[in-house]
């Protein structure tokens, strides 16, 4: 992941620029876990890593939305 300071947010507040790059890995670590038989607590843990990540991501592209439309 990409770490930047991202417009809007405050000169000490650190932003995660979450890429589609990031969430396919999730995904497939999410996938690959399931499928081959990990634990339950596993499988929830990597599914939830990459929920978070998409809806991350859509809360990333609605702020830059907005921040583009703002005038």
């Known amino acids: 992941m990409a770490e930047q300071i991202r ?3 405050a000169d000490d ?3 995660v620029d979450v890429t589609d790059e990031d969430i396919r ?3 497939l670590a999410w996938m690959c ?5 990990a634990t339950d607590l596993r499988i929830t843990q990597l599914y939830e890593s990459y929920r978070g ?5 859509a ?8 921040y583009r439309h703002a005038s």
């Open 53 to 57: 990540l998409v809806m991350m991501q």
């Open 25 to 27: 890995v999730a995904r």
């Open 13 to 15: 507040e650190w932003l």
């Open 7 to 9: 417009p809007g947010g």
């Open 33 to 37: 876990a399931r499928d081959r038989g």
């Open 59 to 66: 809360q990333q592209i609605a702020e830059d939305f907005r």
